[in-house]
């Protein structure tokens, strides 16, 4: 069986037995891996911390026939730490590695891996808050799958823009016309806010008053749900950005 080598960030782990694990990583090149690290769990391990939640890595894998197998694993990025150590990052860390799990499904590519990686070593720095973070990821993550928000011209009927209404069933805003009853309303600080977030204007974003961030946030978790076809379950632990 071959061995290969893959630059990877840890998604998740399950403990496997007394001392190994299961590791769910998003890589570079081979997509979504499911690897057993064997012996991680001793205090003897020589690459343990290496594999733990939103750590980066360059691997040596050994292929399996359901699971591969974890040679050797060198740093990359070290953005666990600093992660966990505050409650807001922790908790939007790992609702952008539920979303990559789901996404690299059907859609694994180097853009995607990149684009995590990015947003873990922006949430370990501090750069921006932790939700503007979260949200943004979630919006480009979706984009390079190709369900990219529509902001501007209305989705249903290609009416020019800007609109009032955002439904996430119909793939963005839509105008008056088209939106049905109890469409969550717009204002134009928000729609200028989720732009602002898919384009990675972080000087817009983080200009933006917190009602803007608070219905933004609102708006991105329900349109990523709903393309992902299933709930991600850590936004509910998660606090909107100031």
Known sequence: MPTYRDEAVVLRTHKLGEADRIVTMLSRRHG??????????????????RLEPFMVAD????QGRSLDVVQQAESLGS??????????????AHAMAEAADRLSDADATPQ??????????????????????????????????????????????GRPGPHEWFI???????CGACAPAGAARLRPETGALLRALLAGEWDAVEATDAGAHQAASGLVAAYAQWHLERGIRSLSHLEVAP
């Open 168 to 174: 996430a069933q119909l793939g963005g805003v839509v």
């Open 112 to 157: 995607q891996y990149l684009l995590l990686v990015g947003g873990l070593r922006a949430l370990a720095r501090g750069d921006h808050a932790a939700r503007s973070v979260l949200d943004s990821y979630l919006l480009r993550a979706m984009a390079l799958s190709g369900w990219a928000p529509g902001l501007d011209d209305c989705t249903r009927c």
């Open 59 to 62: 691997l040596q894998l050994h």
């Open 79 to 92: 953005y666990g730490t600093d992660i966990a150590a505050h409650y807001d990052r922790y908790t939007a």
């Open 32 to 49: 979504k891996i499911r690897a057993v690290a064997k012996g991680v769990r001793r205090t003897s391990s020589k690459f343990g911390a």
